[in-house]
C-alpha cells in the first residue's frame, strides 16, 4: 500500500513543481513586488513602500480610462459575440441542408492567430491601400481612418473582435443545442406553441449552463486583450483604445516599472475575479434553482 502510495507520489511530483513554477510562483512574485518600488534598471535594487503603487495606478487618469475601454469593449463583445453566436447556431441547427459546409467555414476566423487577424485587418483597413476604402470609395464615401480616428478606433477593434470570436460562441451554443432532447419540441409542437414559446421555454432553459459558459469564457478573454490593441492602435489615439493590458505593458514591460506594473496587474486580477464570481453564483443559483423544480 505505502509503495502503491508512493508511486503516485512520484507520479505526481513533477506536475505539482510544474504548477507551482507556472502558477504560484509568479503570483506570489507579483504580489510581491507590486508593494515595492522595483524599478528593472535601478542600480539600489527595491524597497517596500507598502500601498503606493496601488495609490498611484487608481488615481491615474489613463489607468481609469483603460478600465472604462476594458469594461466597456467586454460588455458590448460578449454580449455581442453571444446574441450572433446563439442565432447563427439557431440558425445552423434549423437547416437540413449545408449545415456541415457552414459549421466548418465558420470557424475559420476562430482558428487563426490573434496576431495574424490583427495584421490582415490593419492592411484591409489601411486608408490609404485599404480594400475597405477602396469599396466604399466606389459609393463615393472616405477615406477613413479607421485606426487613429478616436470616434472610430474602438469601434473598428470591437468590430475585429467580434469577427474572430463569435464563431467560437456559435461553436459551444451549436453543441449545447444539440444536446436539447427533441422529444421536448416534438411534444411543444403537438401543445401548439409557436417558434418563441418553444425558443424562450425549451431552448433557453436548456443551453442556459452552455451561454452562461459561454460569457465567462469570452469575459475573461476580452479582459486580456492585448495583441490587436498593440498591433492596430498602440492604445491611441488619446488612450481611446489604451486596455488594462496594455496599460501593464507600457508601464511594467516597455518603461521598465515592474512594481508599479505589478500593482495594476493585481488590480486587473481582482476586476476579473469579480466578473468570474458573480457568473459563478448566478449559475449556480440557477443550478439550485432547475433542482428544486
Same mark, same amino acid.
Given at each position: 500500500?505505502?509503495?502503491?502510495?508512493?508511486?503516485?507520489?512520484?507520479?505526481?511530483?513533477?506536475?505539482?513543481?510544474?504548477?507551482?513554477?507556472?502558477?504560484?510562483?509568479?503570483?506570489?512574485?507579483?504580489?510581491?513586488?507590486?508593494?515595492?518600488?522595483?524599478?528593472?534598471?535601478?542600480?539600489?535594487?527595491?524597497?517596500?513602500?507598502?500601498?503606493?503603487?496601488?495609490?498611484?495606478?487608481?488615481?491615474?487618469?489613463?489607468?481609469? =480610462?483603460?478600465?472604462?475601454?476594458?469594461?466597456?469593449?467586454?460588455?458590448?463583445?460578449?454580449?455581442?459575440?453571444?446574441?450572433?453566436?446563439?442565432?447563427?447556431?439557431?440558425?445552423?441547427?434549423?437547416?437540413?441542408?449545408?449545415?456541415?459546409?457552414?459549421?466548418?467555414?465558420?470557424?475559420?476566423?476562430?482558428?487563426?492567430?490573434?496576431?495574424?487577424?490583427?495584421?490582415?485587418?490593419?492592411?484591409?483597413?489601411?486608408?490609404?491601400?485599404?480594400?475597405?476604402?477602396?469599396?466604399?470609395?466606389?459609393?463615393?464615401?472616405?477615406?477613413?481612418?479607421?485606426?487613429?480616428?478616436?470616434?472610430?478606433?474602438?469601434?473598428?477593434?470591437?468590430?475585429?473582435?467580434?469577427? =474572430?470570436?463569435?464563431?467560437?460562441?456559435?461553436?459551444?451554443?451549436?453543441?449545447?443545442?444539440?444536446?436539447?432532447?427533441?422529444?421536448?419540441?416534438?411534444?411543444?409542437?403537438?401543445?401548439?406553441?409557436?417558434?418563441?414559446?418553444?425558443?424562450?421555454?425549451?431552448?433557453?432553459?436548456?443551453?442556459?449552463?452552455?451561454?452562461?459558459?459561454?460569457?465567462?469564457?469570452?469575459?475573461?478573454?476580452?479582459?486580456?486583450?492585448?495583441?490587436?490593441?498593440?498591433?492596430?492602435?498602440?492604445?491611441?489615439?488619446?488612450?481611446?483604445?489604451?486596455?488594462?493590458?496594455?496599460?501593464?505593458?507600457?508601464?511594467?514591460?516597455?518603461?521598465?516599472?515592474?512594481?508599479?506594473?505589478?500593482?495594476?496587474?493585481?488590480?486587473?486580477?481582482?476586476?476579473?475575479?469579480?466578473?468570474?464570481?458573480?457568473?459563478?453564483?448566478?449559475?449556480?443559483?440557477?443550478?439550485?434553482?432547475?433542482?428544486?423544480?
Amino acid at each position: 500500500m505505502q509503495s502503491k502510495r508512493r508511486f503516485q507520489w512520484a507520479m505526481l511530483t513533477p506536475v505539482i513543481l510544474l504548477l507551482i513554477g507556472l502558477t504560484v510562483f509568479p503570483v506570489v512574485y507579483t504580489i510581491s513586488n507590486s508593494f515595492t518600488d522595483y524599478y528593472y534598471l535601478a542600480s539600489d535594487g527595491k524597497k517596500f513602500i507598502g500601498l503606493d503603487n496601488y495609490v498611484k495606478v487608481v488615481q491615474d487618469e489613463v489607468f481609469r =480610462q483603460a478600465v472604462w475601454n476594458t469594461v466597456k469593449f467586454m460588455l458590448l463583445a460578449v454580449s455581442l459575440e453571444t446574441a450572433l453566436g446563439l442565432a447563427i447556431a439557431v440558425l445552423i441547427d434549423s437547416l437540413k441542408k449545408g449545415a456541415k459546409f457552414l459549421r466548418v467555414s465558420l470557424l475559420i476566423p476562430s482558428l487563426l492567430p490573434p496576431v495574424t487577424v490583427a495584421l490582415i485587418w490593419q492592411m484591409m483597413l489601411s486608408n490609404h491601400n485599404g480594400i475597405i476604402n477602396h469599396m466604399l470609395a466606389w459609393f463615393g464615401a472616405g477615406p477613413f481612418n479607421f485606426l487613429m480616428d478616436i470616434h472610430i478606433a474602438f469601434n473598428a477593434i470591437l468590430f475585429i473582435d467580434i469577427w =474572430q470570436w463569435t464563431p467560437f460562441a456559435f461553436l459551444l451554443l451549436y453543441a449545447g443545442l444539440q444536446a436539447v432532447p427533441r422529444s421536448q419540441y416534438e411534444a411543444a409542437k403537438v401543445d401548439g406553441a409557436g417558434k418563441l414559446r418553444i425558443f424562450t421555454h425549451i431552448t433557453l432553459p436548456n443551453i442556459m449552463p452552455t451561454l452562461l459558459l459561454v460569457i465567462l469564457l469570452r469575459t475573461i478573454d476580452t479582459f486580456r486583450l492585448f495583441d490587436k490593441v498593440n498591433i492596430l492602435t498602440g492604445g491611441g489615439p488619446a488612450n481611446s483604445t489604451t486596455t488594462i493590458t496594455q496599460y501593464i505593458y507600457r508601464h511594467g514591460v516597455y518603461n521598465l516599472q515592474i512594481g508599479y506594473g505589478a500593482a495594476a496587474s493585481i488590480i486587473m486580477v481582482a476586476l476579473v475575479l469579480v466578473f468570474s464570481v458573480i457568473y459563478i453564483k448566478r449559475s449556480l443559483g440557477g443550478n439550485e434553482h432547475e433542482m428544486r423544480r
